[in-house]
């Protein structure tokens, strides 16, 4: 991710990651932002990508693809996820790539993991965001009708949906609903993905993990919090 001005959505999921136990972190983005990631998390390893091609120099051992946050939706952000959607590895998807996937009709061949706010979810399904919200258990479950795999509509009280079993996060505060929140719930759950869990326990654990860690961060206040407060919390609530 990380498209044009938005290489921050890539850093906070790089970081997440990183504190959630991922042992190596990559991260592919535009040629301009290589120095931007790697001077705000040095321990991740950063690919220029120039037109949206997978970069020869990327790790071929990738457990887990984590894409669109900040991907941006023009030619380079297309390619980039045409490309690692033929990759026979799991993808924890949000954003961008989820317009993407609706507007180009891109097909889904390998396990994943999908991650629409209420917005997102909306335009998926073609209906408004206060349909969404009336009635949040159908939208998770007409989602998964959509595009399969597991369904995590974000918001207070977070759904999880993988097509048999439901299941709602009771962590979580107000402070949290800021931008950046859901680049870093990216990072979380691939980070999960990566280390061997099943897709829909990682879905379930990375939102209540994030949620606590949320909690944590906020202390109390309902405002004035950063995305970046909760990755700073996340190892304590991991290890806890």
């Given at each position: 991710?990380?498209?044009?001005?938005?290489?921050?959505?890539?850093?906070?999921?790089?970081?997440?990651?990183?504190?959630?136990?991922?042992?190596?972190?990559?991260?592919?983005?535009?040629?301009?932002?290589?120095?931007?990631?790697?001077?705000?998390?040095?321990?991740?390893?950063?690919?220029?990508?120039?037109?949206?091609?997978?970069?020869?120099?990327?790790?071929?051992?990738?457990?887990?693809?984590?894409?669109?946050?900040?991907?941006?939706?023009?030619?380079?952000?297309?390619?980039?996820?045409?490309?690692?959607?033929?990759?026979?590895?799991?993808?924890?998807?949000?954003?961008?790539?989820?317009?993407?996937?609706?507007?180009?009709?891109?097909?889904?061949?390998?396990?994943?993991?999908?991650?629409?706010?209420?917005?997102?979810?909306?335009?998926?399904?073609?209906?408004?965001?206060?349909?969404?919200?009336?009635?949040?258990y159908t939208a998770a479950k007409k989602l998964h009708e959509l595009l399969a795999g597991t369904v995590v509509l974000k918001g207070s009280g977070t759904i999880v949906f993988d097509g048999d079993q439901l299941k709602v996060c009771p962590f979580g505060n107000p402070a949290m609903a800021v931008a950046g929140m859901g680049d870093v719930l990216t990072g979380v759950i691939a980070a999960l993905v990566a280390q061997g869990m099943e897709i829909n326990r990682a879905a379930a654990a990375g939102v209540c993990l994030h949620a606590m860690a949320g909690d944590k961060a906020a202390d109390g206040h309902d405002r004035g919090m950063l995305a970046s407060d909760v990755i700073n919390q996340l190892q304590s609530v991991f290890c806890s």
């Amino acid at each position: 991710g990380g498209n044009r001005g938005m290489p921050g959505a890539v850093i906070l999921a790089a970081k997440a990651a990183l504190r959630s136990g991922a042992g190596l972190v990559s991260v592919v983005t535009r040629p301009e932002h290589i120095s931007a990631v790697a001077s705000a998390c040095a321990e991740a390893t950063v690919h220029g990508s120039v037109n949206g091609e997978l970069p020869e120099t990327l790790n071929p051992e990738i457990s887990c693809i984590a894409i669109g946050t900040g991907l941006g939706q023009d030619a380079w952000a297309h390619r980039l996820l045409s490309e690692s959607a033929k990759l026979d590895i799991t993808m924890v998807l949000d954003a961008d790539a989820l317009n993407l996937i609706t507007d180009k009709n891109i097909q889904l061949t390998s396990l994943h993991i999908i991650t629409p706010h209420p917005g997102e979810a909306a335009r998926l399904l073609s209906v408004s965001s206060a349909d969404i919200q009336n009635d949040r258990y159908t939208a998770a479950k007409k989602l998964h009708e959509l595009l399969a795999g597991t369904v995590v509509l974000k918001g207070s009280g977070t759904i999880v949906f993988d097509g048999d079993q439901l299941k709602v996060c009771p962590f979580g505060n107000p402070a949290m609903a800021v931008a950046g929140m859901g680049d870093v719930l990216t990072g979380v759950i691939a980070a999960l993905v990566a280390q061997g869990m099943e897709i829909n326990r990682a879905a379930a654990a990375g939102v209540c993990l994030h949620a606590m860690a949320g909690d944590k961060a906020a202390d109390g206040h309902d405002r004035g919090m950063l995305a970046s407060d909760v990755i700073n919390q996340l190892q304590s609530v991991f290890c806890s």
